[in-house]
């Protein structure tokens, strides 16, 4: 769907008072919290009765952002969630475009026959028909696309928490504007932006600024006790038991950022952080220049993102899991190689 069939499909949801909850992936980032309070909290101005909700907690780093505490955390509060979720007109759903990204909501969301609006940046939905989707692989982030929507019904709409929650989004998503910047509008939407939000120093200290010891110290044995860099491949990893991260006393978020470290390195194309956490390895990669991790995280890891920033999980072993990492390499390693 085009933005202008967009926009006014969606003017069409939103003409009259409705009950809407937003809904983000599992394991939400800056840019899902921030792009779905963005958007609950202009849905508020017109008058329609919204809540928030997010399959499992966020971390604590963005607590601070105005309405977070508002959300509503379905595997803290299941009863009130449904409840809530039964009660709907409409679903908005915001910076994920899989069903299995919901986490423990998306069992509900196929059971509710109501109209559902999607606004995203990933590649290759599979959620089925949705009444009204913006789309868009070529933005920053899904905060980018809520902040071009609501521009669009009046820039009067923008306060200092919408801004504040839209930077906080593509600020993230960005990895503080070093990557996924396609084009100048991106810079054009956070100077609008920074003209109505709190100080935006003191937003990047608020995101940037507010390690516990325990998460410097675990940024600390990341590097120095467990990446491996592989030089035949242009690729470092750094794997994380769920018993290292233990000993550090892991809380939500702890391991955020870490990906990006090894990439600092000229020689290294592709960083790879695994972690084992809730029953499951995840995988993050990142990586500079064309080379498409998403690829990567699709083809063999159950799941996706962006060229230069993706995701994916696997039910195994961690040694099961590093030892499928290690397989796949040589299938890469002339991309990887490449100048």
Known sequence: MQKEEFFHALNTVIQSPKRITVLTHVNPDGDAIG??????????????QVEVMVSNDFPGFLAWMPDACKIHIYDKEAELCDQILDASD????????????AGLIQDKIKSLNVNKILIDHHRD????EFYCSLSDTQVSSTAELVAETILHFGEHYVDEAIATNIL?????????????????????ICAKMIEK????????????????ENRLRLLGFSISNKMEVL??????????????????????????????????????????????????????FRSKGDFSVHEVAQKHFNGGGHTNAAGGTLTC???????????????????????
Request: glycine share 6%; hydrophobic share 40%.
């Open 231 to 284: 030089d035949e491949y242009a690729t470092a990893i750094i794997s994380l038991t769920k018993e290292e991260l233990a000993g550090f006393d892991y809380q939500v978020g702890d391991t955020e950022g870490i990906v990006n470290y090894p990439l600092s390195m000229k020689k290294i194309r592709m960083s790879v952080l695994v972690t084992e956490r809730q029953g499951v390895i995840r995988f993050s």
């Open 90 to 101: 409409v679903l908005a759903i915001l910076d994920f475009n899989h069903l299995s990204r």
């Open 197 to 212: 939000s709190m100080p935006y120093n003191q937003i990047h200290r608020l995101v940037y600024d507010t390690f516990s």
């Open 125 to 128: 939905t599979d959620f089925g």
């Open 168 to 188: 906080v989004g593509i600020v993230t998503d960005t990895g503080s504007f070093s990557h996924s910047i396609f084009h100048p509008e991106t810079f054009s």
């Open 317 to 339: 072993s961690m040694e099961d899991a590093m030892e499928k990492l290690h397989q796949i390499l040589p299938e890469y390693k002339e991309l990887l190689n490449q100048e």
């Open 35 to 48: 792009s779905s309070l963005a958007f609950s909290q202009f849905l508020q101005k017109l008058g329609h």
